[in-house]
């Protein structure tokens, strides 16, 4: 990848002026090197970074960037590249072995890594890493929590972004908040991915002097985001100390000293102002820009930023040229260049031609099926929109089967709520020849509808919450379509809605004592298990659409608040006044009560209530007169409800699609 006189503009909010972030930033990042970006604070590293690997979600781009002598084209480049981010963030109820196959089977093609080829490639990936002792292993949400340590989970991080087989690989500071030891292991991890012929880019933030020595070159940048050096920097970086002595008024270097600390000091804008130096120009200046610049030029040919702006620019769509991605499972076999991973000892050769073929002690042979890889590249997804609802549905639905605390929770509470209410009611199912046996009925089909559904609202939120973090690194990274997302968490909530709906119509039923006929249990149970899935819909969407669980319980809290006082049974609908006929016609839980209500007295003929003063009227009809309960609606009611399951479903798609609460 090459990049020439790249800058970077915001304007922020409410000033009218842009700020520049980046001034003309020029480099090369080749295969088989190890980068690394250093500055001080502000200088710009993770913001060229997220430049370059087309993470901005705002801003101004101006400057040319290649990928293998073409322009880059972000939808193609999205496929070629990985991104390990500062924060790990994995599904915590996925094992290691499980997380690096999802990634591998939604990023890499099956016509590239078939599908029964899959788990070899994902294993050889963990021997690069040395994750293949932790393969079975929940992530778990690290700390106290358990799950991973901080630096196992690093290295899962790196794996998941290898196993997409990328041609580059861009790294936010992979060793922050690591001690020692565990930088050391990410950063053998990190050389080990180098070894393999692909493109590595790390930010680092004052290194020690054995991380340092990892790296092969070194772009510098200085507060405002212009170029200090750039070059290799020689064995224990003796190029870059050599350049930075040979500048007048520079403090001497002792052998003693750390050479990234001590670059970082004289370099700073303090020591700039002290010595009346402009750094940035001083480069420009020097011979070592010149052979810089003359690299440059060399890979970026006759392209200009105009150039570039003509065919799509920095990021426009259309199909960038294939990259030589390194060779890795699907290539194995057939390139025979004949690497190897010999993890344990640290011991990794690259293979020739700009791609790694893995081998271990074991070899595996991967048919290339369609060998057309530049067709490949050109598609957003590498697979197929089914293939990726099935992979994605399928890990949400092992992890709800793991998630026994918010399972367990819930079904706990719906087994205790229903003892609690069919013990204040018990019995009264059948008491219907009397206003006050009706309204008893009444409150207690209120009170079922409402406050299970309700608890299974709020007790959403955190998990839809939880998983937002991983579908926005998933979304940056191509795997899946947003749509696919969405429907996945929806259905992985139907099953286990289902149980938790058993579970409670058979115990409040059977307590109450509603009337015992198959057909009435079932529409009961089935006016039930609507209000769950709505009441969880709607806890998905509304976590979905606010930026975070304080403005989702409130707006969710409001809502069932209007629900509750306009749902018919607090206030008849003749008495609500007209202004507010909207809130009781667009209320799910009118619908619920109405279904229920209908299916176990709307058509009850037989039996009369007491109305006093020796008049009496058939059950039934005194359902349709007060509440205006038709007995043939409950099939419309049915078609009702899964109107309100649709929209709550598309304010989960909308919130996921329009609005990102992830600002780089």
């Given at each position: 990848?090459?990049?020439?006189?790249?800058?970077?503009?915001?304007?922020?909010?409410?000033?009218?002026?842009?700020?520049?972030?980046?001034?003309?930033?020029?480099?090369?990042?080749?295969?088989?090197?190890?980068?690394?970006?250093?500055?001080?604070?502000?200088?710009?590293?993770?913001?060229?970074?997220?430049v370059?690997?087309?993470?901005?979600?705002?801003?101004?781009?101006?400057?040319?960037?290649?990928?293998?002598?073409?322009?880059?084209?972000?939808?193609?480049?999205?496929?070629?590249?990985?991104?390990?981010?500062?924060?790990?963030?994995?599904?915590p109820?996925?094992?290691?072995?499980?997380?690096?196959?999802?990634?591998?089977?939604?990023?890499?093609?099956?016509?590239?890594?078939?599908?029964?080829?899959?788990?070899?490639?994902?294993?050889?990936?963990?021997e690069?890493?040395?994750l293949?002792?932790?393969?079975?292993?929940?992530?778990?949400?690290?700390?106290?929590?358990?799950?991973?340590?901080?630096?196992a989970?690093?290295?899962?991080?790196?794996?998941?972004?290898?196993?997409?087989?990328?041609s580059?690989?861009?790294?936010?500071?992979?060793?922050?908040?690591?001690?020692?030891?565990?930088?050391?292991l990410?950063?053998?991890?990190?050389?080990?991915?180098?070894?393999?012929?692909r493109?590595?880019?790390?930010?680092?933030?004052?290194?020690?002097?054995?991380?340092?020595?990892?790296?092969?070159?070194?772009?510098?940048?200085?507060?405002?985001?212009?170029?200090?050096?750039?070059?290799?920097?020689?064995?224990?970086?003796?190029?870059?100390?050599?350049?930075?002595?040979?500048?007048?008024?520079?403090?001497?270097?002792?052998?003693?000293?750390?050479?990234?600390?001590?670059?970082?000091?004289?370099?700073?804008?303090a020591?700039?102002?002290?010595?009346?130096?402009?750094?940035?120009?001083?480069?420009?200046?020097?011979?070592?820009?010149?052979?810089?610049?003359?690299?440059?030029?060399?890979?970026?040919?006759?392209?200009?930023?105009?150039?570039?702006?003509?065919?799509?620019?920095?990021?426009?769509?259309?199909?960038?040229?294939?990259?030589?991605?390194?060779?890795?499972?699907?290539?194995?076999?057939?390139?025979?260049?004949?690497?190897?991973?010999?993890?344990?000892?640290?011991?990794?050769?690259?293979?020739?031609?700009?791609?790694?073929?893995?081998?271990?002690?074991?070899?595996?042979?991967?048919?290339?099926?369609?060998?057309?890889?530049?067709?490949?590249?050109?598609?957003?997804?590498?697979?197929?929109?089914?293939?990726?609802?099935?992979?994605?549905?399928?890990?949400?639905?092992?992890?709800?089967?793991?998630?026994?605390?918010?399972?367990?929770?819930?079904?706990?509470?719906?087994?205790?709520?229903?003892?609690?209410?069919?013990?204040?009611?018990?019995?009264?199912?059948?008491?219907?020849?009397?206003?006050?046996?009706?309204?008893?009925?009444?409150g207690?089909?209120?009170?079922?509808?409402?406050?299970?559904p309700?608890?299974?609202?709020?007790?959403?939120?955190?998990?839809?919450?939880?998983?937002?973090?991983?579908?926005?690194?998933e979304?940056?990274?191509?795997?899946?379509?947003?749509?696919?997302?969405a429907?996945?968490?929806?259905?992985?909530?139907?099953?286990?809605?289902?149980?938790?709906?058993?579970?409670?119509?058979?115990?409040?039923?059977?307590?109450?004592?509603?009337?015992?006929?198959?057909?009435?249990?079932?529409?009961?149970?089935?006016?039930?298990?609507?209000?769950?899935?709505?009441?969880?819909?709607?806890?998905?969407?509304?976590?979905?659409?606010?930026?975070?669980?304080?403005?989702?319980?409130?707006?969710?809290s409001?809502?069932?608040?209007?629900?509750?006082?306009?749902?018919?049974?607090?206030?008849?609908?003749?008495?609500?006044?007209?202004?507010?006929?909207?809130?009781?016609?667009?209320?799910?839980?009118?619908?619920?009560?109405?279904?229920?209500?209908?299916?176990?007295?709307?058509?009850?003929?037989?039996?009369?209530?007491?109305?006093?003063?020796?008049?009496?009227?058939?059950?039934?009809?005194?359902?349709?007169?007060?509440?205006?309960?038709?007995y043939?609606?409950?099939?419309?009611?049915?078609?009702?409800?899964?109107?309100?399951?649709?929209?709550?479903?598309?304010?989960?798609?909308?919130?996921?699609?329009?609005?990102?609460?992830?600002?780089?």
């Open positions: 990848m090459a990049f020439r006189d790249v800058s970077y503009f915001v304007r922020p909010s409410g000033d009218k002026k842009e700020l520049q972030l980046l001034d003309k930033v020029s480099g090369v990042f080749r295969p088989g090197v190890l980068t690394s970006l250093m500055g001080a604070s502000g200088a710009g590293k993770t913001t060229l970074m997220d370059l690997a087309g993470r901005k979600t705002g801003g101004r781009v101006e400057g040319l960037q290649l990928v293998d002598g073409a322009p880059k084209r972000q939808a193609a480049f999205t496929r070629l590249m990985g991104y390990v981010e500062e924060l790990d963030v994995h599904n109820q996925a094992t290691v072995e499980e997380a690096l196959l999802f990634s591998a089977r939604l990023r890499v093609s099956s016509e590239l890594l078939p599908a029964a080829n899959a788990k070899a490639f994902v294993r050889h990936m963990m690069v890493v040395e293949g002792p932790l393969a079975h292993r929940l992530i778990g949400w690290g700390g106290p929590s358990g799950g991973l340590s901080t630096e989970r690093k290295r899962l991080t790196i794996a998941v972004e290898l196993v997409a087989n990328p580059i690989v861009f790294m936010d500071e992979p060793t922050t908040g690591l001690d020692a030891r565990a930088a050391g990410v950063m053998r991890a990190v050389r080990n991915t180098v070894a393999t012929g493109t590595v880019v790390c930010t680092i933030h004052q290194p020690n002097r054995d991380i340092m020595d990892n790296f092969d070159e070194l772009l510098l940048l200085k507060p405002g985001g212009r170029t200090i050096f750039f070059g290799a920097l020689g064995e224990k970086q003796t190029s870059l100390v050599s350049y930075l002595s040979s500048i007048s008024g520079v403090g001497r270097y002792e052998p003693h000293m750390n050479p990234a600390e001590w670059m970082l000091e004289v370099t700073s804008p020591a700039e102002a002290g010595l009346g130096l402009d750094f940035a120009q001083v480069w420009e200046a020097s011979q070592q820009a010149r052979a810089a610049n003359q690299l440059i030029e060399e890979h970026c040919g006759g392209y200009s930023s105009a150039t570039a702006a003509n065919r799509g620019g920095c990021d426009g769509g259309g199909n960038a040229a294939a990259s030589k991605r390194p060779a890795a499972a699907a290539a194995a076999a057939a390139a025979g260049n004949g690497g190897k991973v010999a993890a344990a000892d640290g011991d990794v050769e690259a293979g020739g031609g700009g791609g790694g073929a893995l081998k271990g002690n074991q070899d595996f042979e991967v048919d290339k099926v369609g060998g057309n890889e530049a067709a490949n590249e050109t598609r957003r997804y590498a697979q197929l929109t089914h293939v990726q609802l099935w992979l994605v549905l399928h890990r949400a639905l092992v992890s709800h089967c793991r998630n026994t605390t918010y399972n367990g929770m819930r079904f706990t509470i719906a087994f205790a709520l229903a003892w609690i209410l069919g013990s204040l009611y018990w019995g009264r199912g059948m008491k219907r020849n009397s206003i006050v046996g009706l309204m008893d009925i009444m207690a089909i209120f009170s079922g509808v409402l406050f299970l309700m608890t299974n609202l709020m007790m959403v939120m955190p998990q839809v919450m939880a998983e937002r973090a991983v579908f926005y690194r979304k940056a990274s191509g795997m899946y379509r947003p749509a696919v997302f429907a996945a968490q929806g259905l992985a909530e139907m099953p286990f809605v289902f149980l938790e709906s058993i579970l409670y119509v058979v115990i409040m039923y059977c307590t109450i004592h509603f009337e015992f006929t198959s057909e009435k249990a079932l529409w009961f149970w089935l006016y039930i298990w609507f209000a769950l899935m709505i009441c969880t819909f709607m806890g998905m969407g509304f976590m979905s659409m606010t930026p975070n669980m304080p403005a989702a319980i409130a707006s969710g409001a809502l069932v608040l209007l629900w509750n006082l306009f749902c018919g049974f607090l206030i008849y609908r003749k008495d609500i006044k007209p202004w507010y006929l909207w809130a009781y016609y667009g209320n799910p839980i009118t619908y619920i009560i109405y279904g229920c209500v209908t299916t176990q007295m709307g058509d009850v003929w037989d039996e009369h209530v007491d109305l006093g003063n020796g008049a009496a009227m058939p059950v039934a009809a005194y359902v349709r007169d007060t509440f205006n309960y038709e043939s609606m409950r099939g419309w009611i049915v078609l009702i409800l899964i109107g309100f399951m649709a929209v709550f479903r598309a304010a989960t798609y909308l919130g996921i699609t329009r609005f990102s609460y992830q600002s780089r």
